[in-house]
Nanobody
Framework: QVQLAESGGGLVQAGDFLRLSCTASGGTFSRNAVGWFRQAPGQEREFIAA????????LYSPSVNSRFTISRDNAKNEVYLRINDLQPEDTAVYYC?????????????????WGQGTQVTVSS
C-alpha cells in the first residue's frame, strides 16, 4: 500500500514559483497514477493535474493555465507540481493522491491514497 507525503509548500510572494513534491513509500510507484488537488479556504477541493504511472500521459484541469506543470521521477518515487508566477488566488492546501492504476484521472473518488497536504500561501 503506497503512502504519500507532500513537501515544498510555504509562504511566498506573488510572482514567485514553487515546486511541490509528493514522495511515495511502499509498493511499486510506477504502477500508480498520481494527481494533484488543492483546497482553498472555504472552497471545495479541486483537481489540478494528474500523471500516468509511466509519466507518459498528463492531464490538466481546464481551469488550470500553463503556470502548472506536473512531472514525475519514478527512480526517486516522486511526483512534482511546479507552479510559476504564483498569485494570491493560488493560496490553498495542496494534496497529492495515488491510484492503484496506471491511468491518470481527474475525479477525487478515483484516487485511493492521499497525502496530508502542504500549505501554499501567496502574499500580494
Amino acid at each position: 500500500q503506497v503512502q504519500l507525503a507532500e513537501s515544498g509548500g510555504g509562504l511566498v510572494q506573488a510572482g514567485d514559483f514553487l515546486r511541490l513534491s509528493c514522495t511515495a513509500s511502499g509498493g511499486t510507484f510506477s504502477r500508480n497514477a498520481v494527481g494533484w488537488f488543492r483546497q482553498a479556504p472555504g472552497q471545495e477541493r479541486e483537481f489540478i493535474a494528474a500523471i500516468s504511472g509511466s509519466g507518459g500521459t498528463t492531464l490538466y484541469s481546464p481551469s488550470v493555465n500553463s503556470r502548472f506543470t506536473i512531472s514525475r521521477d519514478n527512480a526517486k518515487n516522486e511526483v512534482y507540481l511546479r507552479i510559476n508566477d504564483l498569485q494570491p488566488e493560488d493560496t490553498a492546501v495542496y494534496y497529492c493522491a495515488a491510484r492503484y492504476n496506471v491511468l491518470a484521472r481527474s475525479t477525487e473518488d478515483e484516487y485511493d491514497q492521499w497525502g496530508q497536504g502542504t500549505q501554499v500561501t501567496v502574499s500580494s
